[in-house]
C-alpha cells in the first residue's frame, strides 16, 4: 500500500473519508478541504497521475492500493464512490459502525445554493443533460454541468459560482443521498440494467431511479415518459409533490388528461406549460430517431419550466451535436457509414440505435452479458440487419439469439478485427453499427475505450 504521508488523521472529530479516487472522488476531497474537513482520499487501485498531483497540490492526504480499515472507520462520514457497492467489505463494516455514508452529490449539494435539474433512467441520461445543458447555456444562463458527466459537481462547487447545475444521476449515485433536492426531476425510462447491483430484481432498481424525486415540493417540477411501463407501474406508488408533467409520442395517451404535457402530433413537437404552448418541427431536430424525440420532450419541457425564450430553445434543439460514443457518425468509407453507438451497454439502448437505422446494417455487438434477453430485438433485427459481426469474449447468446435469424455471423476479439469483417460484409449504401447492448470489460477499460479503438480502426481502413 503506497501513501503519500502519515495517515495519523482522524483523531480530529470533523474528518471525511473519501472512498474512491477518481473525478468524483477527488473532487469531493477537494471541497471537503475547502470546508475545512480533516481528509484522506482512498482508493484500492492505482490513481491517475493527474489525479494524485491535484490531491497532492491540495495538501489532501491519501492512500492507494488498498484501504487502512482502522483509519477508514474512524471517519465522522464517509463520502463512497458510486463505482463501490454498498455490500462492498469497507462499506458495509462503515454502516455497521453507524458511520454516514454518502454519494458525492449528497455532500456536494450542502454547499451550493444553485438550482438542481436532475435526470436519470436507463437510456437517453447523457444526451438529454448535455441537451439541456445546452439550452439554459444558449440562453444565457449561469450553469454547471455534472454528475455522472463532465466534471466533478464537487469540484465544480468548490472552484465556481453557478447558478443553476444540470446533473447526470446514474442509480448508483441516487442510492446515497438522501437529503438532496432536485428542483426538476427527469425520469426517461427504466430498462433493465445493473440489476446485479440490485439483487437481480427489477423492482429494487426501479425505486432507486425514482429517489431522484425525494424530497421534491410543489414548486418543483417532475418530469416522466407516459410512455414507459415501469415508470408508470410505480408512479403510483411514491407520494411525489412536484408538479408531475409526462411527455409522449402519442398525444392521446396525455392530452386529454393533462395540461402541461409534450407529444408528437403530425411529426410537431408540441411542448405545453403554464399555458404556454412551444412547437418545432421533428425534421429540424439536430437528434434522430424516436428515442431522441423522447429527450427533446423531456429537455424542451426543462427549458419551459425556466421560461427560457422558445426561440431560443428552438434554436438549440436545431444545433445540438450529439455526444461522443452515442449513435456518433463517425466515416463514410467507399459508400459505407460507420455510426459508434459504444454507450450503448443494454439491450433497450440497442433497440433505440436499430429502431433507427434506415440502411442496410451490419451490426457489431457483443461484450460482458448483462443478463440479456435478446429475443426484444428479434424483429428489428430480422428487419434491419444483414449480418452481425460479434466483438466479445463469450458470443454464444448472441449467437443462439439470431443464428436463425441472420444468416451471416462472425467472431472476432479486437476493434480492429470487428471492424475489417464489418467493412468486407457492407456494400456500398450500407451501415456499420457498433450498438454493443452489452458493458465493455471483457476486451476493453470501457465504453469509451471500445468506442474509441473502433473509431481508430475505422479511420484506418
Known amino acids: 500500500m503506497k501513501h503519500n504521508e502519515s495517515l495519523s488523521i482522524v483523531h480530529c472529530p470533523l474528518s471525511i473519508v473519501i472512498l474512491g479516487g477518481g473525478e468524483s472522488g477527488v473532487g469531493s476531497a477537494i471541497l471537503a478541504k475547502k470546508q475545512g474537513f480533516n481528509v484522506l482520499l482512498s482508493d484500492s487501485g492505482t490513481l491517475k497521475n493527474e489525479y494524485r498531483q491535484a490531491l497532492q497540490d491540495n495538501g489532501i492526504k491519501f492512500e492507494e492500493g488498498g484501504h487502512t480499515e482502522e483509519i477508514v472507520l474512524q471517519a465522522s462520514e464517509i463520502i463512497k464512490s458510486p463505482g463501490i457497492p454498498n455490500t462492498a467489505k469497507i462499506v ?37 443533460t448535455s441537451l439541456i445543458y445546452k439550452i439554459m447555456k444558449d440562453a444565457g444562463m449561469n450553469v454547471g454541468l455534472g454528475g455522472n458527466i463532465g466534471k466533478s459537481f464537487a469540484w465544480q462547487v468548490a472552484s ?31 430498462t ?41 407501474q410505480y408512479l403510483r406508488e411514491f407520494d411525489i409533490k412536484a408538479q408531475k408533467i409526462p411527455f409522449a409520442l402519442n398525444p392521446s395517451s396525455i392530452i386529454n388528461q393533462k395540461t402541461d404535457y409534450a407529444c408528437i402530433h403530425h411529426q410537431i413537437l408540441t411542448s405545453m406549460y403554464n399555458n404556454e404552448t412551444f412547437t418545432v418541427l421533428v425534421e429540424e431536430l439536430s437528434l434522430k430517431g424516436k428515442h431522441n424525440q423522447y429527450n427533446s420532450m423531456a429537455a424542451t419541457l426543462a427549458g419551459q419550466v425556466h421560461h427560457i425564450k422558445k ?3 428552438r434554436e438549440s434543439l436545431r444545433t445540438f451535436a450529439n455526444i461522443e460514443h452515442r449513435l456518433e457518425h463517425v466515416l463514410k468509407v467507399r459508400g459505407v457509414l460507420f455510426i459508434n453507438d459504444s454507450k450503448a451497454t443494454n439491450i433497450n439502448s440497442a433497440w433505440y440505435a436499430l429502431e433507427s437505422m434506415e440502411a442496410p446494417t451490419v451490426w457489431i455487438a457483443g461484450g460482458t452479458d448483462k443478463g440479456n434477453d435478446y429475443r426484444e430485438l428479434a424483429d428489428l433485427v430480422r428487419q434491419k440487419v444483414k449480418a452481425i459481426v460479434c466483438l466479445g469474449v463469450d458470443n454464444a447468446k448472441i449467437i443462439a439469439a439470431f443464428s436463425k435469424i441472420v444468416p451471416t455471423i462472425v467472431e472476432t476479439c479486437s476493434a480492429k478485427d470487428a471492424v475489417q469483417a464489418a467493412y468486407h460484409l457492407a456494400a456500398k449504401g450500407d451501415t456499420v453499427l457498433l450498438s454493443p447492448a452489452c458493458a465493455s470489460f471483457d476486451l476493453f477499460k470501457n465504453y469509451e475505450d471500445r468506442g474509441q479503438q473502433f473509431k481508430e480502426a475505422v479511420k484506418n481502413l
Open 311 to 313: 426561440d431560443s430553445i
Open 192 to 232: 433493465p440494467d445493473h440489476l446485479d447491483r440490485y439483487d437481480h430484481k427489477l423492482e429494487n432498481y426501479a425505486r432507486s431511479k425514482f429517489r431522484i424525486a425525494q424530497n421534491m415540493t410543489q414548486d418543483d417540477a417532475f418530469i416522466y415518459c407516459a410512455e414507459d411501463p415501469v415508470t408508470m
Open 160 to 190: 465556481e459560482n453557478f447558478d443553476y447545475y444540470v446533473l447526470e444521476l446514474s442509480s448508483f449515485q441516487l442510492d446515497n443521498m438522501y437529503d438532496f433536492r432536485a428542483n426538476v426531476a427527469i425520469l426517461l425510462n427504466i
Open 92 to 128: 458495509a463494516a462503515a454502516v455497521a459502525k453507524g458511520i454516514s455514508v454518502v454519494s458525492e452529490i449528497e455532500f456536494a449539494a450542502r454547499y451550493t445554493n444553485a438550482q438542481m435539474i436532475c435526470i436519470t433512467g436507463s437510456n437517453g441520461k447523457t444526451t438529454t
